[in-house]
Each structure stands twice: as C-alpha cells, then as structure tokens.
C-alpha cells in the first residue's frame, strides 16, 4: 500500500481530505491528526516545525509517497524547512529510494485568490501563528502582485469549532467581531479567505455577519484541483500512490475522542487508530 498521506494538527484536515476524495475517489489516503498535541496555532515556529517533521517523516515509514499538510499553521511555518532542508536527506542519492513529496495548502489557495476579487482587495481569517507568519501576504504578492491582504488573526474560532459550539448562539459574538475588524480595514474588500481548515464549519454565521457582496472561499475545493493537477503533471508519482479505495484514519491522541469530533468535519462517522510516536 501506498497511500497520499493528509496531515494536520487536528480534525480541520478532514475538510480537506473531503474534498480531495470526492475529486480523487479510487486512490487510498492516510489521515493523520496529531490531536495530542493540538493546537499547532499559537506554538512557535520552531516547535510546529518539529512536530510537523516528525509526524510527516511517520507517513513516509507507513509508504506514502506525497504527503499533503492540510493545515494552514503547518504549511506557513514548517513546509519550506521540510522542502528545503529535510526532503533533500531523504531524497538523497544513497538512500537509493524513490522520492518523496510534501505539498501545503497555501500555494494552491495563493495562486489563484487574485482571480476571486474585483476589487483586489482579499481578507485573510485565520489563527494567530498563521498571520504573523506573513505567508499569505508573502504568496500573493508574487502571483498577485497588485492585490492588497488584509489579516485578522481569530484565536477563539479552533476552540468553538473543536468544542461543537460552531452553530450555537456562543460562536456568534467572536465571528461578527472579528468580520467586524476585518472589514474596518478596508470596505473595499471584496474577498474572504478562511485560512484555517476549522473554519468551513463556521461557514453559516461568517455568511451571517460578512457583507453580502463578499465571496468566502474555503480552501478544500482549490486544494483539491490543485492535486488533481499536480497528480497529471507528475504522473509517475500518480503511478505510485496505490488505488484501492482504502481510507484510514489516525490520532496521536484518543481514538474514541477523535471518532466522535471527526463526524463534523468529514461528514460520516470514522473509525480511527492510535498512533503512537514514541516520545
């Protein structure tokens, strides 16, 4: 079995997954949630870098040749270390193996945003860690160079999303404020991005509290075009992720806890493994 590896911090990574299985049925994936040590969103860079190393290298052992970080905090502050400096001693010569690959969520959603405004004005919603990365207003730049970002961090949407309070009155206040923030900025902003994965379940109320000319882009949809493509352009690495349909689900932390809040972001219920890494 060689299986697309989906890693992320948590349980937001399944509304990427999601979507990337309704677009890539037949080929068998791997979800990895480190639970254990969520949240990655207010940790130090140094910190989600080594724990994101340390869970990719773990779907590396298990076979996965691509590994996608469905996590906004994990892609902005671990991906470029892993590709610059982890992957090339894997992929070394002498280890005489096939390469492998580890893809974000960030580029995809960075490449095509400037498309979505008329205004090129874009709002960027997401954790703290995210934010002061600066890797939105970083990537758009250089695809959109003429686009302007605007950020608010909003630490307490991962907590009501992973609590279940995503659709209760409690959530209200913390997104109509934080939209409210966002668009004192700038009323000329005429594109939301949700970047962080946890938010498509608040999608309801953003929708609520966000001007109604606004178009909200979640990312599981352009991540998912995004593989289809890489997946075309590099067909021997499409060659080599096996296609039996096969979905497993893995937490570093409780596998009944996760079963139970994983139903909310992957739409079905799950039936998740324990991992453990050995620390």
């Keep these: 079995m060689h299986p697309i590896g989906i890693f992320d911090s948590g349980y937001g990574g399944l509304t990427i997954m999601r979507e990337i299985v309704r677009a890539l049925p037949h080929y068998d994936y791997v979800y990895l949630g480190d639970n254990a040590r969520t949240p990655y969103g207010t940790r130090s860079f140094e910190t989600v870098y080594h724990y994101t190393l340390e869970c990719v290298q773990k779907l590396f052992e298990m076979g996965c040749p691509l590994v996608v970080l469905a996590c906004n905090t994990a892609s902005a502050k671990a991906l470029r270390n892993i590709q610059q400096l982890d992957l090339p001693i894997v992929n070394a010569p002498e280890k005489r193996g096939q390469p492998v690959r580890v893809l974000g969520v960030i580029r995809p959603t960075t490449e095509v945003i400037g498309q979505f405004s008329k205004t090129a004005e874009v709002g960027i919603l997401a954790t703290k860690g995210t934010v002061l990365s600066d890797s ?33 009155p409690g959530a ?84 009944a806890d996760f079963n139970q809040q994983a139903t909310s972001f992957w739409g079905e219920p799950v039936e998740a493994k324990h991992l453990s890494l050995g620390h």
């Design 136 to 168: 939105y207003v970083v990537e758009i730049e250089k695809f959109f160079p003429e686009v302007r970002v605007f950020q608010e961090a909003c630490p307490m949407w991962v907590p009501l999303v992973e609590n279940g309070e995503f659709d209760q």
């Design 172 to 255: 209200d206040y913390f997104v109509k404020q934080h939209i409210d923030r966002l668009m004192a900025q700038s009323p000329n902003i005429d594109t939301l991005l949700l970047a962080c994965t946890h938010y498509p379940l608040l999608l309801p109320k953003i929708r609520q509290y966000a001007p109604a000319n606004i178009t909200i882009l979640s990312q599981g949809e352009i991540v998912a075009r995004s593989l289809v493509d890489y997946l075309h352009r590099h067909p021997d690495m499409a060659a080599r992720c096996t296609q039996t349909g096969q979905r497993t689900f893995l937490t570093t932390d409780s596998p």
